[in-house]
């Protein structure tokens, strides 16, 4: 059974940095697909970045180039390093996770989710 948790969310100010990071369990080590989404209020879901087993990275277009998402096998860890950060990232951040099956990560669909935690960007 697959089990994530969230954490490190917070406020901070438009063009900083922050990480938040997603403690995984049960997932099976050779064969997944991890992805951050994001709901922003009065807005779909949608995701944010994904990794696989293989190390493929994918990327939403709003995040690209100031996002990096990764993945500490040793720890568990699942983290998502957000850089140049904008008043429209403000959102409640969810970390997923699903076995690898077949086709990218980005079309997977997702069974198991953590909680959620806040990011607000605001001056």
């Known amino acids: 059974q697959i089990q994530l948790s969230e954490s490190g969310g917070g406020s901070v100010q438009p063009g900083g940095s922050l990480t938040i990071s997603c403690a995984v369990s049960?997932?099976?080590?050779?064969?997944?697909?991890m992805g951050w989404f994001r709901q922003a209020p009065d807005k779909e879901r949608e995701g944010v970045a994904y990794i696989d087993d293989y190390g493929t990275l994918n990327y939403a277009d709003s995040v690209k180039g100031r996002f990096t998402i990764s993945l500490d096998t040793a720890k568990n860890t699942l983290s998502l390093q957000m850089n140049s950060l904008k008043p429209e990232d403000t959102a409640i951040y969810y970390c997923?996770?699903?076995?690898?099956?077949?086709?990218?990560?980005?079309?997977?669909?997702?069974?198991?989710w953590g909680q959620g935690t806040r990011v607000t960007v605001s001056s």
């Open positions: 049960g997932y099976p080590k050779h064969m997944y697909c």
């Open positions: 997923a996770a699903e076995p690898r099956v077949r086709g990218a990560c980005y079309a997977a669909v997702y069974n198991n």
